[in-house]
């Protein structure tokens, strides 16, 4: 990236370039069937001048196999405790399966994605938890942006599945949230918009969809346990990647991918929006 007599802030400015209204699209295990996906990703990359990437989820099939292994998942704020033995199930079922079958679908849309995972060029790099019940679970620590540039700004999607490379040791792998990846993400490029694609139309009060929240609302509904467990943990992430730069953040299902009058924006300071 650095040209040969560039400085610093060449190398800076070039990497802004490239993600210059970036949008980060996280998609939940969930969502990542649906038939009008890959259309719905393909507009979006083509608004953004092809300055799309996603990371994905895929907590349900990981549970699915380790059921018919005998083993009961157990999560932990809203993260799964992971075994040694569950690290290479959860590779197999997300930086395998979902990741190629997100990635063909892609294609078959028109969009040129790439499939990597976090362990890929040590695309992503998390430290393992403190809290020693959760095993091989980790939390980003470092973004490899270069390599995200490169593949940019060759015209590729990244499509990242959020296993990642420990920090403590070379060839170590470790299960990270997609949700506290693809914040990682957003905030190391830049990103304009955050997406969480979830299950839900965004986060519900009473049943409905709060049009938006600042971080001091968000953090009060977890708080009150109006929003749990998977959703605290977007909340969470969302905070994180409010707090780190990312422009906005929003919250919603595969039409509010498409309407930013759809789903929960959470947006910093009195300037968010009363209806989004
Ligand atoms: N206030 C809330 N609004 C919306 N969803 C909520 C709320 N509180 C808890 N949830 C749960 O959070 C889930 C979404 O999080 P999660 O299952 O982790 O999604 P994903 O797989 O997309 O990461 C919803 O399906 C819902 O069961
Ligand atoms: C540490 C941790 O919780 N990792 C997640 C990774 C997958 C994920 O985030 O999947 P969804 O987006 O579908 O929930 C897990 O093992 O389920």
Known sequence: MVPPHGTVADAHAALHEVFRGAVVVKLGGRTQGDPALPAALAAVSAATGGRLVVVHGGGDAVSEIQRARGITPEFIGGRRVTTDADVDVI?????????KQLVSALLAAGVAALGLSGEDGVLLEAAPTADVRMGRVGEPARVNVALLALLVGAGYCPVISPVSASTAARGVALN?????????????????????????????????PVASLDPAGAAALVRAGTAGGGMAAKLDAAQA????????VRIGDLAALADPARGTAIVTGAAAPATA
């Open 241 to 248: 990647a409010l707090a780190r730069g990312v422009g906005r």
């Open 176 to 208: 990270v949230n997609g949700d506290d990846a693809a914040a990682a993400v957003a905030a190391a490029v830049g990103a304009a918009e955050l997406f969480f694609m979830a299950d839900v139309p965004g986060v519900l009060v009473d049943g409905a």
């Open 91 to 99: 590779r197999m079922a997300l930086s395998g399966l979902a990741n």
